[in-house]
């Protein structure tokens, strides 16, 4: 849908003779799939490591998007360790893209130990990443659903 919208958009207006507006004045804000994590591991796997390349090129080539941060647990382990070992996966990615040159100030992190598990232990040792442009980015939704569930 995203990818028609423009098209959409040029046919309308060129229907009522008007000019095309170039694709970058209706900005859209990117969407990455998350980057998992092994049992108890605060390091990525190296078949998510494009992922995360793909989050730093997205940063550095708009310095107007901010990025939040949200790292998960599977349900093994106690409360404190998994909210513990939630916020170093998540601060582990903040770490790289600090490393590689972007602000701090445009990257929120925050440890969600267990919150939106999906019942698979595989795909809950994640850290999930939502775009804004133009400051902080807020909790996402499914972020914020998962707290009020704990």
């Not at 940063?59 to 070992?85: C, F, I, K, Q, W």
Request: net charge negative.
């Amino acid at each position: 849908m995203r990818a028609v919208l423009p098209l959409v958009l040029t046919l309308m207006l060129s229907a009522c003779g008007a000019k095309a507006l170039p694709t970058t004045a209706i900005p859209t804000v990117p969407s990455v799939q998350p980057i998992h994590f092994g049992a108890g591991s605060r390091s990525i796997s190296a078949a998510d490591a494009p992922t995360l390349e793909v989050v730093l090129q997205l940063m550095r080539a708009d310095p107007s998007l901010h990025l939040m941060v949200a790292g998960y647990t599977d349900s093994e382990g106690n409360d404190a360790s998994n909210l513990e070992l939630s916020r170093a996966r998540a601060a582990f990615v903040q770490s790289f893209l600090a490393s590689a040159g972007i602000e701090a100030t445009r990257v929120t992190v925050e440890g969600r130990g267990e919150g939106g598990t999906t019942g698979d232990a595989n795909q809950d040792r994640r850290v999930d990443f939502a775009f804004t442009r133009g400051g902080p980015a807020p909790v996402p939704a499914a972020v914020a659903d998962a707290g009020a569930q704990t």
